[in-house]
T-cell receptor, first 114, second 111 residues
Framework: DTEVTQTPKHLVMGMTNKKSLKCEQH?????MYWYKQKAKKPPELMFV???????INESVPSRFSPECPNSSLLNLHLHALQPEDSALYLC?????????????FGQGTRLTVV | LAKTTQPISMDSYEGQEVNITCSHN???????ITWYQQFPSQGPRFIIQ???TKVTNEVASLFIPADRKSSTLSLPRVSLSDTAVYYC????????????FGAGTRLFVKA
């Protein structure tokens, strides 16, 4: 199984809502990532988890809250988002801190904030 | 992390070989060079990775000169389905692996 599964595929939420994005992998990878991608732009790194601990936060606003309940799951909790947060949110995983690590990406969650 | 520079876009025709060059002048000794492909509304997909000289797999080749300040992704005999954005990334894995994407190259393959 070389898949990273993200749910939901599409999400529409109001600015006062609380929602969560979910990501799952069963490849035994110990590093997991959240990216945000706006239209016609490259993915932007948001968070990196290594061995279930947050290792990198790229100065992301606190309305985005990541969580790694176990080595296979990664969540992104959303609260009080703004319309400009509408984007494709991508989850990825990789073996870990190796020098030649390939990242596997999910299909993403298309988020619309209204 | 080393900054990468790629052409913004390229056009090609079906059946041709496409070479996309990436410049990474500040590459560090322990950095690897990795290329990803992305179709619209999908996550990026790993294509190939190398450290030096030449790497080949079933979909592409990667050429890296001795000074490692640039690299060239070679796609043999492209088809319409190779129309996508191609990203060159340079970095190492240690100390909290970061995958930072550059602007990417939009490849258009025409019939």
């Amino acid at each position: 199984d070389t898949e990273v599964t993200q749910t939901p595929k599409h999400l529409v939420m109001g600015m006062t809502n609380k929602k969560s994005l979910k990501c799952e992998q069963h490849m035994g990878h110990r590093a997991m990532y959240w990216y945000k991608q706006k239209a016609k732009k490259p993915p932007e790194l948001m968070f990196v988890y290594s061995y279930e601990k947050l290792s990198i936060n790229e100065s992301v606003p606190s309305r985005f809250s990541p969580e790694c309940p176990n080595s296979s799951l990664l969540n992104l909790h959303l609260h009080a988002l703004q319309p400009e947060d509408s984007a494709l949110y991508l989850c990825a995983s990789s073996r870990g801190q190796g020098l030649n690590t390939e990242a596997f990406f999910g299909q993403g969650t298309r988020l619309t904030v209204v | 992390l080393a900054k990468t520079t790629q052409p913004i876009s390229m056009d090609s025709y079906e059946g041709q070989e496409v070479n996309i060059t990436c410049s990474h002048n500040n590459i560090a000794t322990n950095d690897y060079i990795t290329w990803y492909q992305q179709f619209p509304s999908q996550g990026p997909r790993f294509i190939i990775q190398g450290y030096k000289t030449k790497v080949t797999n079933e979909v592409a080749s990667l050429f890296i000169p001795a000074d490692r300040k640039s690299s060239t992704l070679s796609l043999p005999r492209v088809s319409l389905s190779d129309t996508a954005v191609y990203y060159c990334l340079v970095g190492a894995g240690g100390g909290g692996f970061k995958t930072i994407f550059g602007a990417g190259t939009r490849l258009f393959v025409k019939a």
